[in-house]
């Protein structure tokens, strides 16, 4: 029996969907964050940012069409990093760089340089190369692929530093603005992986803008692993070389095992799952296939629910192998690769943390019930180091992401959720005293 493990480029050893997950009612907000945010947004400058980010909205629609139409499939974001890059200049919010794998990164230093905040909006979208994004446009719905998720949400990231630019925002703490790569599906969150890593970038405090619903705060992180599962053998003829190890038996053997020992794990406790999304080999239906492969996904915002569903995974794997091997004739041993895909770690986030308690003081002023939810965002990396983090809506309306009809709407809302955006940005920075 042989048995080879091929690790995933890139992955971090961080600890342990798009598909969230409601949180538990955490109570009312507390007084000194309400008071805090609705002080903050009287404030002379804040109140001359949130005038110039409804006085830029129609330009801001063509920024919109502008990087929608600028190419960024999955580890080829170059192009559209680049006229990110000039756009960000071009507010003069601050320093702009663009880091080794990517990133594009603003930095305005503040006052006191006490601490950082950053807050992205990746660049990337699911489209291959070749994919058409032009955007069309039918009264307040902008219809392209990649339109809403989440090129709305790089032009939230500029419009945000355009208004800090404008008012003549000055901070306590460093704000840091970054168009980060990589966050779609294989990309594996590599760009935010890459932030925490340098410790120049490290931030204290963490936001991401991904997500349509105004309502919705990320809070808590599911985490996900991913193999991809590849069978080898000789082949042969289906009648010729009949009693032989094939590979496509030996894949039936390892998934069947495998759903039905990790069937029980989701059963109670924290929300978890498992998928076999693809599945491939062979040559003809007549001929035993020399390899037969499988790509796996599991799922949850608990570190030992994924834990748990890995080892049953791994178990599987091997007594599939054995159980074909065992029922062959006198032919080879089949083989298994099993290869690492992606991995991105799992966390609870504090619920109570100021950064919640702030994000959920902004909504309820403007008359919106907050809901926490687990979700799998760039929000999970920094989730997981214990750094706090939370994602919010990019704002509009957003449908059918991740499909060729994919559409925002300007649905009127957007000025108020980019000025709430700028308010929690500026909150945890800590405005400069006049």
């Not at 499939?73 to 006229?83: G, L, S």
């Not at 298994?336 to 986030?349: K, L, Y």
């Not at 509009?396 to 499909?403: D, E, L």
């Not at 980019?418 to 920075?429: D, N, P, Q, S, W």
């Amino acid at each position: 029996m042989k048995i080879s493990y091929i690790a995933c480029a890139g992955l971090l050893a961080l600890p342990f969907s798009s598909l969230s997950a409601i949180q538990p009612d955490t109570g009312p907000v507390e007084a000194v964050y309400q008071s805090q945010m609705a002080n903050l947004r009287e404030d002379g400058r804040m109140a001359a940012a949130f005038a110039h980010i409804s006085e830029g909205h129609e330009a801001n629609l063509q920024d919109l069409v502008t990087l929608t139409e600028v190419p960024a499939p999955p580890f080829a974001e170059e192009a559209r990093a680049a006229v990110f890059a000039d756009m960000m200049r071009a507010t003069g919010f601050g320093e702009v760089t663009i880091d080794e794998v990517g990133n594009v990164i603003a930095r305005r230093a503040g006052a006191a340089a006490s601490h950082s905040v950053m807050m992205v909006a990746h660049l990337d979208t699911v489209f291959p190369a070749g994919t058409d994004v032009t955007v069309r446009i039918e009264g307040n719905r902008y219809t392209a692929p990649g339109i809403g998720d989440n090129t709305r949400g790089a032009v939230m990231l500029l419009q945000i530093a355009s208004a800090i630019a404008a008012a003549d925002i000055r901070t306590q703490g460093d704000i840091v603005l970054v168009g980060n790569v990589g966050e779609e599906g294989l990309g594996d969150l590599r760009g935010v992986r890459h932030l925490f890593l340098e410790q120049v970038n490290r931030p204290d405090v963490f936001i991401a803008i991904d997500g349509g619903d105004d309502a919705r705060l990320v809070t808590s992180a599911v985490g996900s692993t991913r193999f991809r599962v590849t069978f080898n053998g000789p082949g042969g003829h289906s009648w010729g070389d009949f009693g032989d190890a094939n590979p496509h038996h030996a894949s039936a053997r390892a998934i069947t095992r495998f759903v039905n020992a990790a069937r029980p794990i989701t059963q109670d406790g924290p929300r978890s799952s498992y998928n076999i999304g693809r599945t491939g080999g062979g040559t003809s239906v007549n001929s035993i296939p020399f390899e037969s492969w499988f790509e796996v996904d599991m799922r949850s915002g608990n570190p030992a629910k994924l834990a748990a569903l890995e080892a049953v995974f791994q178990q599987a794997m091997v007594d599939g192998l054995e159980a074909e091997n065992a029922v062959r004739g006198d032919g080879e041993l089949l083989t298994v690769d099993i290869e690492a895909i992606g991995s991105r770690p799992a966390g609870e986030g504090d619920p109570m943390s100021p950064l919640t308690q702030r994000a959920r003081a902004l909504l309820e002023a403007d008359g919106i019930m907050p809901v926490l939810v687990a979700s799998s965002t760039d929000s999970n990396v920094p989730i997981s180091l214990g750094i706090p983090a939370i994602t919010i809506s990019r704002c509009g309306t957003s449908a059918r992401a991740h499909s060729l009809d994919e559409y925002w709407e300007d649905d009127g809302s957007v000025p108020a959720c980019t000025m709430r955006g700028l308010a929690l940005l500026v909150a945890e920075a800590e405005l400069v005293e006049n």
